[in-house]
C-alpha cells in the first residue's frame, strides 16, 4: 500500500513539472556552482553561442576563476567523494541507495552496444561484440557498468577515485572468471591521461555533474581516447522536471537516493554538455533520454531528454594524428 501511495505521489509530482516546463532552463546565478565553460575562443560556433547568453558569459568567467585556484591536475570535487565513500559497501545491493542504476543498467547497456558497434562496424548480435577493443570506465563505482562491458568482450580498464568503490568492484569481478581481467584503478582521468594511456571508448555515466570542474574532466576523457574513438557520458538535465524527479522524487519521496545525492543547480543541459566535448575535441552524434515507467519499474531509452540523458560522441583526428 506504501508503495503505491508513493508511486503516485511520484506521478503526480512528475505531471505537475512536465506542466511547469519541459525545456533546460538556467537557473538565478546565486544557486549556481561555479561552473565549467573554458574560456578558449578558438571554436567560432561556441563563441558565438556564448555571446549570446549573458549567463553563459558569467558561467565562463566562474569557471575562469576556479581553475586558476585549483590543481590543474584533477577535476575531483572533494564533498562528493566523501559522499559516494559512505555508501560504497551497498554498490551491489539492488535494493540499496544505488537501485536506480542497477534498474537503468540494462537500458544504458541497449544504447551503449546499439551506438558501439554502429560506430565500430561490430555485430551487435554477437555475444562479445567488443572483443579486440579496449574501454575505460571512468566513474566505475562498484563496477556496474564494467563487469558487462567486459563479458561483452572488451579488455576494460575500471577507474575510480573513491579507494573503497575500487576494492568493492575488484572483490566482485573476482566472483566470475571472465569479470576478473578487467582492470581497476584508484586515480583520475586527469592522471591516467598525463600518463598518455588510451582506449578506444571511453564511458563516464552518471559522473560529470559529481565532479569540480567538467570542462576539465572532458578534455581528459578527450586525451584518453584514441583519434576516431568513442566517447559516452550520460548526466542529469538542468530542468524542473529533472529536479522533481531527480531530488524531490527520489531522494525525499521515494527515498532511493540519500538526501544530498545530487544538486540540482550541477546538472549539465545537453547544449553544455555538447559545447564542452565539442571544445575538448569530441563531436557529440547523438543524444537519447532514458524515461522512468513507476508503473514497470523500467526505464526505457526515449526522444524525451528534459531529465536523464545519455550521449555518444567521436574523438576528432589533430592534425598531428593525419
Given amino acids: 500500500m506504501l508503495a503505491s501511495v508513493r508511486v503516485n505521489q511520484l506521478q503526480r509530482l512528475l505531471l505537475s513539472a512536465r506542466r511547469l516546463s519541459s525545456s533546460p532552463i538556467i537557473p538565478p ?3 549556481l556552482h561555479q561552473r565549467l565553460f573554458s574560456t578558449s575562443d578558438t571554436d567560432a560556433s561556441a563563441a558565438s553561442f556564448s555571446s549570446s547568453h549573458p549567463k553563459i558569459q558569467t558561467l565562463e568567467g566562474k569557471a575562469s576563476n576556479k581553475s586558476r585556484s585549483t590543481s590543474s591536475t ?3 570535487n572533494e564533498d562528493e567523494l566523501a559522499k559516494f565513500s559512505a555508501i560504497a559497501d551497498t554498490w551491489w545491493h539492488s535494493e540499496g541507495p544505488f537501485k536506480p542504476l542497477h534498474q537503468m543498467n540494462p537500458t544504458r547497456l541497449a544504447f551503449i552496444r546499439s551506438t558501439l558497434c554502429r560506430h ?20 566505475c563505482g ?10 561483452m568482450g572488451a579488455t576494460v ?21 571472465v569479470t576478473s581481467t578487467i582492470e581497476y584503478l584508484c586515480t583520475t582521468a586527469e592522471k591516467l591521461a598525463d600518463e598518455g594511456r588510451k582506449f578506444d571508448a571511453v564511458l ?16 581528459s576523457l578527450s586525451a584518453l581516447t584514441i583519434p576516431n574513438g568513442a566517447t559516452v557520458l ?14 524531490v522524487g527520489a531522494e525525499y519521496i521515494l527515498r532511493w537516493l540519500p538526501k ?27 543524444i537519447a533520454g532514458f524515461v522512468y515507467n513507476p508503473i514497470t519499474g523500467r526505464w526505457l531509452l526515449s526522444d524525451d531528454i528534459s531529465v536523464n540523458y545519455i550521449a555518444y560522441g567521436t574523438k576528432r583526428k589533430d592534425l598531428g594524428d593525419i
Wanted: aromatic share 6%; glycine share 6%; hydrophobic share 40%.
Fill in 157 to 177: 580498464t575500471g577507474v575510480d577515485a573513491v579507494d573503497k568503490n575500487v576494492k568493492i568492484a575488484r572483490l566482485h569481478a573476482d566472483m566470475d572468471p
Fill in 120 to 139: 565500430f562496424s561490430k555485430d551487435p548480435s554477437s555475444a562479445k561484440p567488443f572483443e579486440g577493443l579496449k574501454f575505460i570506465d571512468i566513474g
Fill in 234 to 247: 550520460s548526466t542529469i538535465n538542468r530542468t524542473m522536471r529533472a529536479y522533481a524527479s531527480t531530488i
Fill in 204 to 219: 563516464s555515466l552518471e559522473v560529470i555533474e559529481h565532479v569540480a570542474n567538467p570542462a576539465e574532466f572532458c578534455k
Fill in 142 to 151: 562498484g563496477g556496474l557498468l564494467s563487469e558487462p562491458l567486459a563479458r
Fill in 29 to 31: 546565478s546565486r544557486l
Fill in 260 to 286: 544530498g545525492t545530487h544538486q540540482w543547480s550541477s546538472f549539465v543541459t545537453p547544449e553544455e554538455m555538447s559545447m564542452i566535448l565539442q571544445r575538448a575535441s569530441v563531436d557529440v552524434k547523438e
Fill in 74 to 76: 584533477t577535476s575531483l
